[in-house]
Antibody, heavy 115, light 106 residues
Framework: EVHLVESGGGLVKPGGSLRLSCAAS????????MNWVRQAPGSGLEWVAS????????YYADSVKGRFTISRDNAKNSLFLQMDSLRAEDTAMYYC????????WGLGTTVTVSS | IQMTQSPSSLSASVGDRVTITCRAS??????LAWYQQKPGKGPKLLIY???TLQPGVPSRFSGSVSGADFTLTISSLQPEDVATYYC?????????FGQGTKLEIK
């Protein structure tokens, strides 16, 4: 069974940084694309970034391009999202999601950007 | 690619047939998925490839496509179907979602 657990969320000031992690289990991690998807309070889902299993294809939403960096460690079955130059509008629940379309999702980790 | 989903909210009675529509701004073939998100929970994949039901999803859910219009249908609404439903294109990045349809019981 696929299991995804996000961590690393918290309260950060505008302009600050945060690194999210997603621990994956139950599948051959290195074989599959992974995604970060976020949901601002009371809003819909927004795809943030994707990375292919072999790290050959990396994509970002325009809203985070140049500020966020997606990465993965296939040896440790882990996905990461480095978030720099954070803004109030980055406040959201951040989900780790497996494959496209996303067959499994974690429970999410909350990021709050506020002074 | 923009995904335009309608309606934004919907209220229906138990047993009703419910239809939600999603339109892609350009061709995405059948690379369209539907998700269900219940309050306080993460999304759940219902349908992929426009019309293929994810294993374990009740057969009252179905998906179809006509040109650029994709449709999610619930044939007989049940109380446990109260949720917000999203479409998503996955033909290529950006993997945009529709705005969501909040479904309630009358």
């Amino acid at each position: 069974e696929v299991h995804l657990v996000e961590s690393g969320g918290g309260l950060v000031k505008p302009g600050g940084s945060l690194r999210l992690s997603c621990a994956a289990s139950g599948f051959t991690f290195s074989d599959y694309t992974m995604n970060w998807v976020r949901q601002a309070p009371g809003s819909g889902l927004e795809w943030v970034a994707s990375i292919s299993g072999r790290l050959t294809d990396i994509y970002y939403a325009d809203s985070v391009k140049g500020r966020f960096t997606i990465s993965r460690d296939n040896a440790k079955n882990s996905l990461f999202l480095q978030m720099d130059s954070l803004r109030a509008e980055d406040t959201a629940m951040y989900y780790c999601a497996y494959r496209n379309p996303s067959v499994s999702w974690g429970l999410g980790t909350t990021v709050t950007v506020s002074s | 690619i923009q995904m335009t989903q309608s309606p934004s909210s919907l209220s229906a009675s138990v047993g009703d047939r419910v239809t939600i529509t999603c339109r892609a701004s350009r061709g995405i073939s059948n690379y369209l998925a539907w998700y269900q998100q219940k309050p306080g929970k993460g999304p759940k994949l219902l349908i992929y490839a426009a019309s293929t039901l994810q294993p374990g999803v009740p057969s009252r859910f179905s998906g179809s496509v006509s040109g650029a219009d994709f449709t999610l249908t619930i044939s007989s609404l049940q109380p446990e179907d109260v949720a917000t439903y999203y479409c998503q294109n996955y033909i290529g990045a950006p993997y945009t979602f529709g705005q969501g349809t909040k479904l309630e019981i009358k």
